[in-house]
T-cell receptor
């Protein structure tokens, strides 16, 4: 069992739909991350939140909108996605962003398919 | 952006054999980490080695770091079928930045 919980595990949506991915951790971590991973590729960083504030945005298209309502929750709102956005979306957390010598804890991801 | 390059891309061995994966990176780092990803699952942290360390052990895992060559290796001894997974190195260029993952090595261990 992972300590970072992501829901849903699978999501199929049309290009005009609006949906949200959710991520939750109760380890008291103050840094949370969204990654996108295509098959047989490494995770690609999308966003980083530090103390509930957006700290890093890796030039992600505006059809992806992150939100951090509190220190335990991270959402990724999806709207008007393209077929190439189909991927595994991973959430991760770490104690704080500023201290470099920490591991990141990952959820098992949401497998997203865009029709 | 990607910083690390793993070598080999794929590795197939028999149970009981040792598996060695290498990682090269481009910029100076604060630390280097290795992660495992089983099929359809998230990444699991295996081991972290700091830039001022040269070698680290954890159970059947041995990691080395050569900052002069900007490279690291992960050795898994006495491999098991359960070690079948993708292995990624990840670097953190400096505190306050996020991890950058390498392309990964896919390890297959057959019994």
């Amino acid at each position: 069992d992972t300590e970072v919980t992501q829901t849903p595990k699978h999501l199929v949506m049309g290009m005009t739909n609006k949906k949200s991915l959710k991520c939750e951790q109760h380890m008291g971590h103050r840094a949370m991350y969204w990654y996108k991973q295509k098959a047989k590729k490494p995770p690609e960083l999308m966003f980083v939140y530090s103390y509930e504030k957006l700290s890093i945005n890796e030039s992600v298209p505006s059809r992806f909108s992150p939100e951090c309502p509190n220190s335990s929750l991270l959402n990724l709102h999806l709207h008007a996605l393209q077929p190439e956005d189909s991927a595994l979306y991973l959430c991760a957390s770490s104690q704080v962003l500023e201290y470099g010598n920490q591991p990141q804890h990952f959820g098992d991801g949401t497998r997203l398919s865009i029709l | 952006s990607q910083q690390g390059e793993e070598d080999p891309q794929a590795l197939s061995i028999q149970e009981g054999e040792n598996a060695t994966m290498n990682c090269s990176y481009k910029t100076s780092i604060n630390n280097l980490q290795w992660y495992r990803q089983n099929s359809g699952r998230g990444l699991v942290h295996l081991i972290l080695i700091r830039s001022n360390e040269r070698e680290k052990h954890s159970g059947r895992l041995r990691v080395t770091l050569d900052t002069s060559k900007k490279s690291s290796s992960l050795l898994i001894t006495a491999s098991r079928a359960a070690d079948t997974a993708s292995y990624f190195c990840a670097t953190r260029p400096q505190a306050g930045t996020a991890l950058i993952f390498g392309k990964g090595t896919t390890l297959s261990v057959s019994s």
